[in-house]
């Protein structure tokens, strides 16, 4: 669809702009790598840009390029309202539905009259955006934002610093390179971004090697808790906030946990639910191996949703009945959950 329009965008890009820039609430690596790669290749053409995320990021994105000047609706409202009003032309990035940036962001952004274009790769894209560039197959936003690049004929102005940015959100939505989502192609891109100066060691290291002690402790009592459903192939982690505030937690310190579970022998689906007493929810992240939708069974359960292999959720019920109510309803995927899938 996009393709269609990309003589058009050239154009509209071709002049200085207002320009938003935003990414979903409680942003991941591809959110602000997509979103700070998109800023700078931007500012090559001198528009006049901000990315403002709904809310705060975890620490260990917080030494990407461009990470001083992004602001947070949540706490600098005013500014940003003001900035969502006055724009010429606002990106969405890495979201599906306006409601995935929080209601009082939602509402500002619905309201306003400026054209938005999308770049995106989950299931099921509103149609808000007069440009709408959804493509559910790619690995990341980052490598879609690469693919924008291209189609405008600008690869050229990718510096090593829209190549770092763009490099975290393929890394971080891939889990380095090994989810069935990272193709060839995703290689070929990634190449590209090294050749053009990203320096892949370092970004490693500076989004995985940043653990702090509590955080390990943390991830221990995870494993503790880690239970498993083997007639079902499924296995389920669950935190509750006396154990978050034990451990002293951290924004972004339960990222990838869920992977541990995944990782069990025979398991095909997994899960941990995370007590939030300041969203008065539990949140909820879902992983699977193969056919099995998570998308589709968080869609159906917990008012959630994202890709097949990976999606969020929630729960406004205590962890107790949470749990029950995720076990009284795991036996109607019985078949699907019990289907073989490659090397398992
Ligand atoms: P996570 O479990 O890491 O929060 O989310 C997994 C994936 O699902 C991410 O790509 C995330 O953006 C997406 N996701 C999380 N929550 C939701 C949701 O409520 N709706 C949709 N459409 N996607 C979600
Ligand atoms: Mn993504």
């Known amino acids: ?34 979103t700070l790669g998109l800023y700078h290749y931007l500012k090559t053409y001198h528009h006049n840009l901000v990315v403002i995320a709904p809310n705060d990021y975890p620490a260990f994105l917080k030494w990407l390029p461009g990470d001083d000047t992004v602001l947070k609706f949540e706490s600098q ?14 990106f969405t990035l890495d979201f599906n539905a ?27 894209p509103d149609d808000y955006a007069k440009y709408t560039y959804s493509d559910v197959s790619m690995s990341s936003t980052c490598e879609m934002v690469y693919n924008f690049i291209e189609m405008l004929n600008d690869t050229d102005r990718i510096d090593a610093t829209i190549a770092t940015c763009l490099y975290v959100g393929i890394m971080t939505d891939t889990g380095s390179f090994r989810f069935r989502s990272t193709t060839s192609r995703t290689h070929q891109v990634i190449g590209n ?43 389920y982690i669950t935190l509750s906030q006396t154990e978050l505030d034990e451990f002293n937690f951290k924004k972004g310190d339960t990222e990838g946990f869920v992977n541990y579970a995944l990782s069990l022998k025979g398991i095909l689906f997994a899960v941990i639910f995370i007590e939030s007493h300041q969203d008065n929810i539990i949140k909820i992240s879902f992983r699977s191996k193969g056919e099995f939708s998570v998308n589709e069974f968080s869609r159906a359960h917990f008012h959630g949703g994202g890709h097949t292999n990976a999606a969020g959720g929630r729960s406004e019920t205590d962890m107790t009945s949470t749990i029950d109510n995720f076990i009284s309803i795991l036996p109607q995927y019985k078949q699907e959950l019990s289907k073989a899938h490659n090397g398992h």
């Open 77 to 90: 409202q005013e500014d940003c309202k003001d900035l969502i009003n006055k724009a010429d032309l606002i």
């Open 98 to 124: 306006f409601h995935r940036v929080g209601e009082q962001m939602a509402e500002v952004l619905e309201a306003s009259n400026a054209p938005k274009l999308m770049i995106d790769h989950h299931q099921q």
């Open 1 to 34: 669809m996009i393709k269609a329009k990309i003589s058009e965008i050239k154009s509209l890009l071709s002049t200085p702009k207002n320009i938003v820039i935003v990414p979903h609430r409680n942003p991941d690596g591809d959110a602000m790598g997509s």
């Open 193 to 235: 971004l090294i050749n053009k100066g990203a320096d892949n060691t370092q970004i490693h290291n500076n989004i995985y090697d940043t653990n702090s002690y509590s955080r390990l402790q943390l991830l221990g009592r995870a494993l503790q808790n880690l239970k498993i459903i083997p007639e079902l192939r499924t296995a």
